[in-house]
């Protein structure tokens, strides 16, 4: 069974920068896909970010490029998420994800795992 969970998440103001960690458990997830995605209060989840089992595919969101980079150590099981410049409209539980496919997740198929999700709000 997979488990995830995410940490790092808090309140910040306006500019200031947070770093997400999620930490995966249950099986080895060298070759696992794995991933960011937000959902803010009304809104549906959307993506955020992805780095592929190598890391030599990543992909981001049109809202967070250029301010948010993600990573992950394959040692450790972890993935992370450096939220750089962030905004207001940042605000968000933040869901750490993965799938065996990197395709897959980020198209979110219903084999990718989920976190419990971790809040993230940025003041004005």
């Known amino acids: 069974q997979v488990q995830l969970v995410e940490s790092g998440g808090g309140l910040v103001q306006a500019g200031g920068s947070l770093r997400l960690s999620c930490a995966a458990s249950?099986?080895?997830?060298?070759?696992?896909?794995m991933g960011w995605f937000r959902q803010a209060p009304g809104k549906e989840r959307e993506f955020v970010a992805a780095?592929?089992?190598?890391?030599?595919?990543?992909k981001y969101s049109d809202s967070v490029k250029g301010r948010f980079t993600i990573s992950r150590d394959n040692g450790k099981n972890t993935v992370y998420l450096q939220m750089n410049s962030l905004k207001p409209e940042d605000t968000a539980v933040y869901y750490c994800?993965?799938?065996?496919?990197?395709?897959?997740?980020?198209?979110?198929?219903?084999?990718?795992?989920w976190g419990q999700g971790t809040q993230v709000t940025v003041s004005s």
């Open positions: 249950g099986r080895t997830f060298r070759s696992y896909a």
């Open positions: 780095i592929s089992w190598s890391g030599d595919s990543i």
């Open positions: 994800a993965v799938d065996r496919v990197y395709a897959y997740l980020l198209s979110r198929r219903s084999s990718v795992s």
